[in-house]
């Protein structure tokens, strides 16, 4: 049987194909874009064109096959790439579609890369389809992926020097493996273009070559002598071969054979007085020669022996000093400067080179008595006895610095402090007791301060049965002590000596004549005494012994932190050795170069101060070690500006005598002014400082400081105890740790304190007089000074007048007071603008004035009272001319703007009686004075002239009198 094929019809193909395309367009844009995860590129700095690996290539399934079988395809947009969108922040990079239908696109730079700011960029990329409708509002997003762009480097920067120039400093005679290194550095980020491959000396014909890696040294050995230095120019080049913008310069010197010491510091340095520290060694460094050191010690040592006792100290009294270190009172000084309540030290020889700072002489020859008021005989135990010395090699004898013996018959020695074969020997019998044993009596300390000619602090703390001895401030004990009986009971009186010993015995004494009379003496000292102090009742602690003792200038080290614990300071109890230990040369250096001096005084003693640097190495190899010289140097401490020191005030001024014979008495120094100055010349500036003819300026400045003393003393007569005084509030006097002493000759006040207490103290001092029938004028001299009259005031003299009235009364009114004679007077050398300077009894100038003020009120009021009656009797005239021709009168009195009103129904005799009342009150007032007198009768009489034209005028027409004056009246 045979089958029969028949071929479908074409509309079944058309079927076929219809069904196909409506099964596509029920899917729409399913698929999303597909595209790699991770994409690494390239790019070069200053290009726009990024080398993706792998390309960027968006895919989608949506998109319809390019080769249909049997039948035409028509391509739709949901199967085409429409972008790509970068995310991230501040990405550079923008992605664009080279091909829709491909999904094929491009990244490149929005803007010029520099790999130098940054070499590598990272962001995410994500693609997406172009979606369903006319605006692709249905489109379809890939994944993220990541990218990675690398920065390609350009060769675009020059290598530059990491120094503007180089220096260096060779020895001669040596061939160097280094010299010094010169570095460069390139700003190109890549590691090729950023490196340094080579250096070059671009000057001809040196002795010096250079590697690769900067490093100089020389070909052949230097010669000083035929060169002193070397200047080289030097250039760089990169990896790829680009050569440096600005080359560098390098100068090498040539030093002579090396020699080991100290260099580079100054032999003079200058300290300006009031600027705190002094860098003594800032640029300071060790030359060793290249040897191998293993450790340094180095002692700086800063020589004040010259100066004061020792160093530079406050040149104030020693009961100042005391005082200002703190030591309770009681302290007496038996070596005070000379004064007027202090004159036992008068016949001394003292040391005036030390700018007056208090030193006494004695050669053997010389001692005083102290006054038996300023020490008791048996000093209260315990007690202190403190002196500065100053003592060379002497003889075998006894030299007695104090001592406390008999006046007269068994001449027994109390105590004593002596010096005998350079040793310090303290004496002390005790007072007779019940108990007659031994008891210690001498105390021996051998000590070569004693005989080394330098100045040295003792203080010896007496507390029975020890003594305790301190030298410098650092503690000595007795090597030898004797015991002795105490002494037996005698009503002998005794003299206390300083620099030698009472004595009654004829053998080894020298007699002496002295303003206390015939002194017979023995065992004389020879040296220099200051400051010989004894305190009675309480001992001396160790902090006022350091206080006294140290100096106010001295050496000082600031050790910088990089220094470490390498280096150890010891400093002596002066400050004037200082002492290093270290085992590195750099650092032993850094700490040369922080050495000061300091100098904490005000005022400071000028002159030199030699240095001394004294050094000692340990090398590896003992045999070659080299030996470092002595540095020797000075500082030089300049003249400080001198302080002028001004007091002024009222100098001539009177008062009742009843105010001398008061309690209070008369203020002195009511308006005093202390002022100190100082005297600066400032160099010109601008244009004319180096102009040779411009001269500096001298400008004045007030500055502020301590006294020590204000002497008041009396001009003319001394004072009389029996009717006269000069006194001052004490208890203000001890608040302010001062002291005050007078005497017939005045008043001294002492004690360190500022200008301004001085002053509150000065304006209390009084003068009392309780017999002033015979007294006129008292004068008075106030003279003031700084460090122990180093620095001294002008001499402010003041005059006191006494006024006596022949029967004094109290008045009730200032009229009836009598002035007083001030004169204010200023010192033309100080400015004391802003103070005024006004009597402080003021009251007692009022009353004159206020009479001149009285007498001419009471004037003008009669003169007002004439001419209100001279007005209205020109009131009546008839006409304006005869109103004119009453100015011609004698009062000339311009009326134009006057108006006199008169009540018209006042009557006659009321304006009569009125009129007598009139002449009644200027005849009551007349009465008051002759000048008063003068000028009512001569209104009296002016108006008895006007009242007898008046009477005549007043019966023939009265009712014109009673007219008014309308001329000047508005309605």
Known sequence: MNVRRCKPPAYVAWLVLGLLYGVDADKVNKHKPWIETTYHGIVTENDDKVLLDPPLIALDKDAPLRYAESFEVTVTKEGEICGFRIHGQNVPFEAVVLDKTTGEGVLRTKEKLDCELQKEHTFTIQAYDCGEGPDGANMKKSHKANVHIQVNDVNEYSPVFKEKSYKATVIEGKKYDNILKVEAVDADCSFQFSQICNYEIVTPDVPFTIDKDGYIRNTEKLNHSKERSYKLTVTAYDCGKKRATDDVLVKINIKPTCKPGWQDWSKRMEYEPGTGSLSLFPSMHLETCEEPITSIQANIELETNHIGKGCDRDTYSEKSLHR????????????????????????????????????????????????????????????????????????????????????????????????????????FRQDPAENENY?????????DQVCDKEWHHYVLNIEFPSVALYVDGNSYDPFLVT??????????????????????????????????????????????????????????????????????EGLDIQLPEEVGTGIKVQFNPSQSLLTMEGDDVESFDKAMQHISYLNSRQFPTPGIRRLKVTTTVKCFNEETCIAVPDAEGYVMVLQPEEPKISLSGIDHFARAASEFESNEGVILFPELRIVSTITREVEPEGEGEDDPTVQESVVSEEIMHNLDTCEVAVL?????????????????????????????????ITGVDTMDNYEQVLHLI??????????????????????????????????????????????????MAQPEFVNPMHHGSVDLSGHNLVNAHQSSVVP??????????????????????????????????????????????????????????ETYEDQHSSEEEEEEEEEEESEDGEEEDDITSAESESSEEEEGEQEDQQNVNRQQQLEWDDSTLTY
Not at 787 to 815: C, M, Q, W
């Open 483 to 552: 015991e002795d009986y105490p002494l037996h009971p005698s009503k002998i009186e005794t003299q206390l000596v300083v620099g030698a010993c009472w004595q009654e015995q004829e053998n080894e004494t020298v007699t002496e004549t002295f303003a206390g009379g015939i002194l017979r003496m023995s065992q004389f000292f020879r040296g220099n005494l200051a400051g010989l102090m004894i305190r009675s009742g309480k001992l001396e602690n160790k902090k006022v012994i350091d206080c006294l003792y140290t100096c106010k």
């Open 439 to 447: 008891k210690p009596a001498e105390f021996h300390w051998k000590l």
């Open 848 to 905: 004159s004035a206020a009479t001149i003020v009285i007498v001419v009120c009471v004037s003008f009021l009669a003169f007002m009272i004439i001419l209100g009656v001279f007005r209205i009797r020109a009131a009546h005239q008839k006409t304006v001319r005869d109103h004119e021709s009453g100015k011609e009168n004698e009062m000339d009195w311009d009326d134009s703007a006057l108006t006199i009103t008169v009540n018209p129904m």
């Open 324 to 427: 200002l270190c703190g030591a309770s009172s009681g302290t007496v000084e038996l070596l005070p400067a000379p004064s007027s309540t202090a004159n036992w030290t008068v016949g001394l020889p003292t040391d005036n080179g030390h700018d007056s700072d208090q030193v006494f002489e004695f050669n053997g020859t010389q001692a005083i008595r102290i006054p038996e008021e300023i020490v008791t005989s048996s000093l209260k135990k315990p007690f202190t006895i403190s002196v500065w010395m100053r003592h060379g090699p002497g003889a075998r004898e006894k030299e007695t610095i104090l001592c406390s013996s008999d006046m007269t018959d068994m001449n027994r020695h109390h105590y004593s402090l002596y010096v005998h074969s350079c040793r310090l020997v303290f004496l």
């Open 716 to 748: 003319g007569d001394e004072l009389n105890a029996e009717q006269e005084s000069l006194e001052v509030d004490l208890v203000l006097i001890q608040q302010k740790g001062m002291e005050m002493s007078s005497s017939n000759l005045g008043m001294i």
């Open 766 to 815: 009084r003068y009392r007089n309780w017999h002033t029938q015979s007294l006129f004028d008292r004068k008075f001299k106030l003279v003031c000074s700084e460090l122990n009259g180093r620095y001294i005031s002008n001499e402010f003299k003041v005059e006191v007048n006494v006024i006596h009235t022949a029967n004094p009364v109290d008045h009730p009114n200032n009229v």
